[in-house]
Nanobody, 121 residues
């Protein structure tokens, strides 16, 4: 009923930039917090950045000053602008959203399928 679809991943050289996008669709009443997580091979999934419906943001220390999260509430979309990319940013990036749906009375976590970001040295 609800889908999150990421796009924008790819291969980039160190120092380069990428912009990830995530579109939410389906039986959505309201989207609260949205965020980006990432999982590198052999590592646990980690939080990258989050943004509230009102626009307050949080960043992991490892990406502060390099990544910017933003959202468009009218379009049910969240973005991650990644600059000054490093090889250690290589991971699968997942979109997350806390969504109140037509069928529910509380919000649930929804996840995208992930998009690969590879940064070469």
């Amino acid at each position: 009923q609800v889908q999150l679809v990421e796009s924008g991943g790819g291969l980039v050289q160190a120092g380069g930039s990428l912009r990830l996008s995530c579109a939410a669709s389906g039986s959505i009443i309201r989207i609260n917090d949205m965020g980006w997580y990432r999982q590198a091979p052999g590592k646990q999934r980690e939080l990258v950045a989050t943004i509230t419906r009102g626009g307050s943001t949080y960043y992991a220390d490892s990406v502060k000053g390099r990544f910017t999260i933003s959202r468009d509430n009218a379009k049910n979309m969240v973005y991650l602008q990644m600059n000054s990319l490093k090889p250690e940013d290589t991971a699968v990036y997942y979109c997350n959203a806390k969504i109140l749906t037509v069928a529910a009375v509380i919000t649930y976590d929804f996840w995208g399928q992930g998009t690969q970001v590879t940064v070469s040295s």
